[in-house]
């Protein structure tokens, strides 16, 4: 494989550290001359190329706002035999620092609200035309709930078409999704309650129509998230502009964050009435994930 690398990258690679595999993928650390130390993530199963493209358009957005620490994108390329890979800087991590999540909590919802304030900077410079983001950079801000890739979840795509309103969004571009899913695999039972699920959730987030689209990191559970000796880090991100409080299902589903994260985070953005009846309906979307 580090031949196939070295022909991709234009680069000499040493090993560097100790390599590992994950849920889905495998990494490891390599020194090179030009680009100092990078880690690159392989695998070699259909669809990854897709995997690993919505993840570098993840990291790149992520890394744009200057928010929250992550490890800047630098390439996905096709290794031949060896799979697809994605190339990232390589950070030193010493696992997840409690001492780091009051910072992680503000970080976080820094980036969260990183969109609606760039969409307010705008609107006072009157520069700003059109509701969706120029290329791949947002830096002006985006109006709409969406992305401009498919990112995905895991292993599972996720379509990211852009949509004016977060009810239609989420029930379509994620709910919807993974209802499918379980229906080909011979789920019955969902199929009876579907209806009846999509009328209750659209309903339920009908009070969201007000809310401006936040960048959010889109898997953000205990094990995605760690720390330096700068501060904290997150990674493996399935973006897209969500309501922010999407980001939280997943994190409330696994726990491990605390009253002091929350509150640093609810010191920037501060919680909406009934944000708990949401969070089961942003929950039950990574339940089913996971099912």
């Known amino acids: 494989m580090e031949e196939a690398l070295k022909k991709c990258l234009n680069e000499d690679v040493k090993p560097y550290g100790r390599g590992g595999g994950g849920c889905i993928n495998t990494g490891q650390g390599y020194e090179t001359k030009s680009l100092g130390k990078i880690f690159v993530k392989t695998n070699r199963k259909n669809g990854s190329e897709t995997m690993f493209r919505g993840e570098m358009a993840s990291l790149k957005a992520m890394y744009e706002t200057d928010t929250v620490r992550v490890p800047k994108p630098i390439d996905v390329v096709n290794l031949g035999a060896h799979g697809w890979a994605l190339v990232t800087e390589y950070i030193e991590m010493g696992g ?28 006072r410079s009157e520069s700003f035309v059109g509701g969706s983001a120029s290329g791949d950079s947002y830096k002006n801000g985006v109006k709409q709930f969406g992305f ?31 209802v499918d899913l379980l229906i080909q695999k011979g789920s019955r039972e969902i199929l ?9 959730v ?60 929350w509150a640093a985070y609810h010191k920037v953005l501060p919680k909406r009435p009934d944000r708990e009846k949401r969070m089961v309906i942003y929950e039950l979307f990574h339940h089913l994930n996971h099912w």
Not at 155 to 170: E, G, K, R, V, Y
Not at 192 to 200: A, C, F, H, Q
Request: net charge negative; hydrophobic share 35%.
């Open 148 to 178: 401009h890739t498919v990112t995905c979840c895991g292993f599972i795509p996720q379509p990211n078409d852009w949509c004016d309103d977060w009810a239609t969004f989420f029930v379509r571009n994620r709910l919807k999704v993974q």
């Open 202 to 261: 659209t309903a339920l987030l009908a009070p969201c129509a007000g809310v401006v689209p936040a960048l959010v990191h889109g898997d953000l559970w205990g094990g995605n998230w760690s720390s330096t000796s700068e501060g904290p880090v997150i990674f493996d991100p399935a973006s897209a502009f969500c309501d922010p409080e999407f980001e939280q299902g997943i994190m409330n589903m696994f726990g491990g964050y605390g009253s002091d994260f």
């Open 96 to 123: 997840g620092n409690r001492g780091d999540l009051v910072t992680l909590g503000t970080q976080l919802a820094r980036m969260h609200k990183y969109n609606e304030d760039r969409l307010n900077e705008s609107a």
């Open 192 to 200: 009876s309650v579907w209806p009846e699920l999509e009328r209750k």
